[in-house]
């Protein structure tokens, strides 16, 4: 199945109804409303099971309202920042780990999309993408804009800002900014620090150094030495493994799983599967593989299962999530999932078990 941007906007329409219908059906707010539906159920296999928690980041919409929510990332202070879409809202909302929102800020990133985190201790800085206003942004984590970075001139596959859509960063050790164009043209774009254009590889395809929405990127630092880049090519439901200088080293095929952006944390890589199906099945999951890229865990999905080493597409526990769009590990393995043209709902987090 290869999924396609014309069917996401397809949904995106069907989802608009949904959205306004979602303050009085239960069945599409479930975490709003403060349904005990599934709550306290356990999830996932092997030595990755959690216990569901859709009541965490609920809060009253009258007061911290929100519409699609997209990534989160974790401070050094141990807040929770999270990307939520909206022009008439906050863009930013910071949790604590109990579920208490702290702060929000940001009214110029109506489509707050990848949301990326660098540096250490009071010198941590957020890289945040909008395929809407087709711009990244650095920002102080109390919201100051230090950084803009548009469409890149140099590249002569733009021809508009219009179509530079960027959905995800990955910050390097020495500064350097990788920008996946997942939206657009599908490039990955390398910048120095100050936002300087290095080279840009990838684009629209379907060959091995290509992409088909390359919706996330992230650095593998599980061999230091050897530090690569994983990219999703989300519609051909693949990761790709490259060198930080762009060059193609591996594929990794997870039939039936949409990956949203790849996580490392310790030996594995979580990823959400926002869709297995079809846009409007709501059956999306999360998985997690082990450092042979094997999956082992599918929490809101069936037990993993390979025939002649291939995954066999999942299915959807029809109960766990709606359209989850990433997750957060934090330092007790227990996650954190924001969902996209979910109703409106507020992330859930599934404590380890």
């Given at each position: ?49 959690y ?72 010198d ?96 593998d630092?599980?061999?230091m ?8 090519s ?19 095929s ?33 998985a ?16 993993p ?42 992330p ?6």
């Open positions: 199945m290869k999924t396609t941007k014309n069917n996401r906007r397809d949904f995106l329409k069907k989802t608009a109804l949904a959205t306004g219908a979602g303050l009085v059906a239960p069945s599409l707010t479930f975490g709003i409303l403060r349904s005990k539906n599934n709550a306290g159920e356990i999830i996932g296999h092997g030595n990755f099971k216990r569901v928690d859709k009541e965490w980041g609920v809060q009253d919409p009258a007061k911290i309202p929100i519409n699609d929510c997209h990534e989160m990332v974790l401070d050094s202070q141990g807040r929770i920042f999270m990307t939520t879409t909206g022009e008439n809202n906050n863009n930013i909302l910071i949790y604590d780990k109990s579920g208490k929102v702290l702060d929000s800020w940001g009214t110029v990133f109506p489509g707050a999309h990848g949301l990326s985190i660098t540096g250490e201790g009071k941590q800085y957020l890289f945040i993408t909008d395929p809407d206003t087709h711009k990244v942004f650095k920002t102080t984590l109390d919201g100051r804009i230090l950084m803009t970075i548009e469409r890149p001139k140099e590249v002569s596959g733009y021809t508009s800002n219009e179509q530079f859509k960027p959905t995800e960063t990955a910050i390097m050790p020495n500064g350097d900014i990788y920008i996946a164009d997942g939206y657009g043209e599908n490039y990955i774009i390398q910048y120095n620090a100050k936002g300087e254009y290095i080279r840009h590889f990838g684009g629209k395809g379907d060959g091995e150094t290509e992409f088909s929405c390359c919706h996330g990127i992230t650095m630092t599980r061999n030495e050897n530090p690569t880049l994983l990219i999703t989300r519609a051909t439901q693949q990761f790709k493994r490259f060198t930080l200088e762009g060059e193609h080293l591996e594929t990794v997870l039939p039936g799983c949409s990956v949203c952006r790849p996580v490392v944390h310790g030996e594995n890589i979580y990823f959400a599967v926002i869709v297995t199906k079809t846009w409007d099945s709501y059956d999306g999951m999360l997690i593989l082990d450092k042979d890229n094997k999956v082992v865990s599918l929490p809101g999905g069936s037990t299962r390979y025939a002649n080493g291939t995954l066999l597409a999942p299915e959807y526990d029809g109960k766990t999530f709606r359209n989850p769009h990433d997750v957060l590990v934090d330092d007790d393995g227990s996650l954190y999932v924001p969902q996209w043209a979910s109703g409106k709902t507020y859930i987090k599934l404590n380890r078990v």
